[in-house]
C-alpha cells in the first residue's frame, strides 16, 4: 500500500556515480509505503479476547467467539488487511460486507451441525456490530495516520540506468485514483567529483540523513549490485531493510514484476514450492468440487442448453484446443457464446470483451461467467484445475512466448477455470493483456495455497454474483 509523501528529504537534485564497467550514475529514487497491518492484526485479537472473557465470565458458549473468529479469518482470506487503507471507499464497503457475510455463513452452517454452540439473537448482533464497526473504526484512524506519516515506510529506490525511473513509474501507476497521493520527489545533493567508495558513501550517508528505513536494489549489473552490497552493508547491519526490486514490487502490488527478472531471481526467491501431498489434496479438492457444481447447477445447465438452442444454430457446447500443464494439449469444453462461424476464414483472433461474434445468450453467460461451467468435466478429467492460470491457444502462446519474457513458465502449474489474473485483471484481448496477466499467474505460482485460492474462490463469487465477467 503506497501513500503519502516523504517531507523529511531536501526537495533538490542527488546523483553519484557507480565505478562499474559502464560508468554509470547511480540513480536515487524516494518512495514511501504504509505498512498498517499490524495494527489490524491487534484489533482482531483484541476482539477474540474479549469474546473469549465474555465466554469465560459469563458462563456462555463459544458461539460469539466462534463469529467473531470466522470474520476474522474471513478478512484475511479476502485481503481486507492488506487493503484497509489503499481501496477506494466503495470497493472498502464491499469487501467488508462480504467478509462479514461469509464469516457469519461458515459459522451458521457449524451451528446448524451443532446446535449447542449457537448462541443467543442479542450476542449475535452485538458480534455484527463489533466486527464490522472494527474495519471502518481502523480505516478511518489509519488513513489519518497515514497522510501524517505514521504507520509509512521511508524508502528509496537505487540503482543505475532507467531501471529505478521504471520502478518508480510502475509503483505509481499502481496507486490509481483509490489510492492515497504520492508527490514524486527528486532527491538531493550533488554531483560526485569522482567515483568510487565516496560516491557510495555519501549514499550510506543518505540513508542515515533522511531517515530512510529500506532501501530497493533496482540494479541489472551484477558488479554494481555488488557495489551497493558493500556500501549497504554497515546500515543494513544496524537495522535497514534491504529489498529487491522485483520483490518490493511484489509486495506492494500483487504481482511480479517482469521487467527485471532474470533467472537467477526464480532460484533465490522463496514461493515456487511443491509437494507430493500438496498435489494430491489439491487434486481431491478439486474432484470433489467438481462433482459439486456439476451437481448442484445440473438444472441450470439443462436451461443453458435449451436458451443456446433457440438463441443461435449450432452446437451447444464448444470445443477448442488449449494449451495446459507442460505445455501438453487438451481439448476444452465450454458453453458455446459466439456464432457457430466465429472465425470462418480459419485465422485465429483475439476474444474481445465486447466481440461482435458473441450472440445474446453468449453475452449473458459470459457476464456472469456460465459459459464456464462444462469445464467442471475437463476437471474431473484431470486436465484443469478449479483454481490456475487460464489455458491459452496453442497458436497464440507460440506469439506469446517469443514477444513476453518467461511466458513458459506458467505452463508449470496445472490451468484452471478460474484464477488470480482473472478476478484481478479485466478481460484480455492483446499481447499487453497477456503481459499483465502474466505478472499475476507468476505470483500466484509462487504463493499457491489452499488460502490463496480460497481467496480466489470468494471473488470469483462475487464476479459471477455480481456479473462482473472477466
Known amino acids: 500500500m503506497l501513500t503519502a509523501s516523504i517531507e523529511n528529504i531536501d526537495n533538490t537534485t542527488w546523483a553519484g556515480a557507480i565505478a562499474s564497467p ?73 469487501c467488508l460486507l462480504e467478509s462479514v457475510f461469509w464469516g457469519f455463513l461458515a459459522s451458521a452452517l457449524l451451528f446448524y451441525m451443532v446446535p449447542m ?50 520502478l518508480h513509474r510502475a509503483l505509481g501507476q499502481g496507486l490509481g485514483r483509490s489510492r492515497l497521493n504520492t508527490r514524486v520527489v527528486s532527491l538531493s545533493g550533488r554531483q560526485a567529483d569522482r567515483v568510487g567508495a565516496v560516491d557510495l558513501t555519501a549514499l550510506s550517508e ?38 529487491d526490486a522485483v520483490d518490493f514490487y511484489e509486495e506492494v502490488n500483487g504481482k511480479i514484476w517482469i521487467e527485471a527478472l532474470n533467472p537467477q531471481w526464480f532460484l533465490y526467491t522463496n514461493g515456487f514450492t511443491r509437494s507430493q501431498a500438496g498435489a494430491c489434496l489439491t487434486r481431491c479438492l478439486d474432484v470433489a468440487f467438481a462433482l459439486m457444481l456439476i451437481l448442484l447447477a445440473a438444472p441450470l445447465l439443462v436451461l443453458i442448453a435449451i436458451a443456446i438452442k433457440l438463441d443461435s444454430a449450432g452446437p451447444v457446447l464448444f470445443r477448442q484446443v488449449r494449451v495446459g500443464l507442460h505445455g501438453k494439449t487438451f481439448v476444452i469444453c465450454k458453453f458455446r457464446s459466439m456464432r457457430d462461424d466465429a472465425e470462418r476464414d480459419g485465422v485465429p483472433v483475439w476474444a474481445a470483451k465486447w466481440d461482435d461474434r458473441v450472440t445474446r445468450v453468449g453475452r449473458l453467460l459470459r457476464l456472469f461467467r456460465l459459459d464456464e461451467l462444462p469445464q467442471a468435466f475437463n476437471v474431473l478429467k484431470g486436465d484443469m484445475s478449479v483454481v490456475g492460470p487460464r489455458p491459452e491457444r496453442p497458436c497464440f502462446v507460440s506469439q506469446l512466448e517469443r514477444e513476453i519474457p518467461f511466458y513458459s513458465l506458467r505452463h508449470y502449474l496445472k490451468p484452471g477455470i478460474t484464477g488470480w489474473a482473472q478476478v484481478m485483471y479485466r478481460y484480455g484481448a492483446s499481447v499487453e493483456d497477456a503481459y499483465e496477466k502474466l505478472q499475476y499467474d507468476l505470483y500466484y505460482a509462487k504463493h499457491k495455497s489452499l488460502r490463496s485460492d480460497a481467496a480466489i474462490l470468494l471473488k470469483t463469487v462475487r464476479i459471477v454474483l455480481f456479473g462482473r465477467g472477466r
Not at 531517515?211 to 554497515?234: C, F, M, P, T, Y
Request: glycine share 8%; aromatic share 6%.
Open 117 to 166: 454452540l449457537a448462541p443467543r439473537a442479542g450476542v449475535i448482533l452485538v458480534a455484527a456490530l463489533l466486527v464490522g464497526l472494527l474495519p471502518v473504526f481502523l480505516r478511518f484512524f489509519l488513513r489519518h495516520l497515514v497522510t501524517r506519516g505514521k504507520f509509512v515506510e521511508q524508502v528509496l529506490i537505487v540503482g543505475t540506468g532507467d531501471l529505478p525511473a521504471k
Open 22 to 94: 559502464s560508468n554509470a550514475q547511480l540513480e536515487v529514487r524516494p518512495y514511501s509505503f504504509a505498512r498498517p497491518r499490524g495494527l489490524f492484526l491487534a484489533g482482531e485479537l483484541m476482539l477474540l479476547a474479549v469474546a473469549l472473557l465474555q465466554t469465560a465470565w459469563g458462563r456462555h458458549n463459544l458461539g460469539a467467539l466462534i463469529l467473531i473468529g470466522s470474520c476474522a479469518l474471513s478478512f484475511h482470506i479476502n485481503n481486507l488487511d492488506r487493503s484497509l487503507v489503499s481501496s477506494r471507499l466503495s470497493q472498502f464497503w464491499i
Open 206 to 243: 543518505l540513508v542515515v540523513r533522511g531517515q530512510i528505513s529500506r532501501v530497493v536494489i533496482a540494479e541489472r549489473d551484477s558488479q554494481g549490485r555488488e557495489k551497493l552490497a558493500a556500501a549497504l552493508l554497515d546500515s543494513r547491519l544496524r537495522g535497514l531493510e534491504v529489498s
